[in-house]
């Protein structure tokens, strides 16, 4: 009689024990292993050191991704002086897309400040990146401005949402002073939630 009564209570802590690991592998899942660069040489130089999750390999496949993304999702604008009263004078360059287009150079987008990398959620091999630009405070942010951080070197956790590829701006109309001003500027709709992280490091 006790054998059965053993097992069972045996049966029962296992269980628990799962549901409890289950629920902790839930909530980190949100998390991910992070580390920023202002540019490749940065990375390169850290994946030769072999302590963190990417290879120089990694360094340069996600860099040319990023320069992909940020091109392809990056606020743009109608004037210079527009980019620069949301990401700082001096961090602002014509829209390469309508360069070579007969009336171009009249769109403007923020500089490619750095870049993120991450370890590939869901325990698969691999890492995932996402541009950084500056922000009119002095810090740098994802292209779409839901993510700001205090710098654009170090590692850490942060949200797998972070590295989520934002809406694509490439070949749409850049936005005008009162296009800015109505949204509230660069990434306001999303930085008074998320507020500004500083990598360490």
Do not use: W
Not at 30 to 56: H, I, Y
Not at 112 to 125: E, F, H, P, V
């Amino acid at each position: 009689m006790t054998r059965p009564t053993r097992k069972r209570s045996r049966h029962v802590a296992l269980f628990l024990a799962g549901s409890a690991v289950l629920t902790l592998a839930a909530c980190e899942e949100e998390k991910t292993d992070a580390a920023a660069f202002p540019d490749l040489q940065s990375c390169v130089a850290e994946a030769q050191k072999g302590s963190l999750f990417f290879t120089e390999a990694d360094c340069q496949t996600q860099f040319a991704q990023a320069e992909q993304t940020h091109l392809e999702t990056a606020p743009r604008y109608d004037s210079k002086q527009l980019c620069e009263q949301e990401h700082g004078v001096g961090n602002c360059e014509t829209d390469p897309s309508v360069q070579n287009q007969s009336g171009g150079g009249s769109i403007f987008m923020p500089m490619l400040m750095g870049y993120m990398i991450g370890s590939m959620l869901g325990g698969g091999r691999g890492v995932m990146s996402q541009p950084m630009v500056r922000t009119a405070q002095g810090g740098f942010a994802t292209p779409d401005g839901k993510q700001t951080f205090a710098n654009n070197r170090g590692t850490g956790k942060v949200s797998g949402s972070t590295f989520t590829k934002g809406p694509s701006t490439i070949g749409k109309a850049p936005m005008t002073p009162a296009q800015v001003s109505q949204r509230g500027g660069f990434g306001a709709s999303s930085t008074a939630r998320s507020g500004s992280r500083s990598y360490g490091g």
